[in-house]
């Protein structure tokens, strides 16, 4: 079973910068693509950003084009969301997603989720 380990939310400034971990664990890791999610209170939940298992295929929603950028560590088993230029409209619940494919992303089957950080963006 692969489990999802997210941190590094907090509060911060408009106009901060945040850097999201996603700690993957288990057997099976290899060929998974992750997915950054993320919920805003009395929203649904959207993707925010995605990255195949190779690293070669990234994404992003259009609201964090050039502020935020994902990546991954395969050595640590760690994939990141580095978010630049916050606004408050960033804030909500972040989740990592797990789904297991090779050489695509994408925010429509997700195959195990992690339990979410909390990030708050003032003004």
């Known amino acids: 079973q692969l489990q999802l380990v997210e941190s590094g939310g907090g509060l911060v400034q408009s106009g901060g910068s945040l850097r999201l971990s996603c700690e993957a664990s288990?057997?099976?890791?290899?060929?998974?693509?992750i997915g950054w999610f993320r919920q805003a209170p009395g929203k649904e939940r959207e993707g925010v950003s995605c990255?195949?298992?190779?690293?070669?295929?990234?994404k992003y929603e259009d609201s964090v084009k050039g502020r935020f950028t994902i990546s991954r560590d395969n050595a640590k088993n760690t994939e990141y969301l580095q978010m630049d230029s916050l606004k408050p409209e960033d804030s909500g619940v972040y989740y990592c997603?797990?789904?297991?494919?090779?050489?695509?992303?994408?925010?429509?089957?997700?195959?195990?989720w992690g339990q979410g950080t909390h990030v708050t963006v003032s003004s």
């Open positions: 997603a797990a789904r297991r494919v090779r050489g695509v992303c994408g925010f429509v089957v997700v195959d195990h």
């Open positions: 288990g057997f099976g890791r290899d060929g998974y693509s």
């Open positions: 990255i195949s298992s190779g690293g070669s295929v990234k």
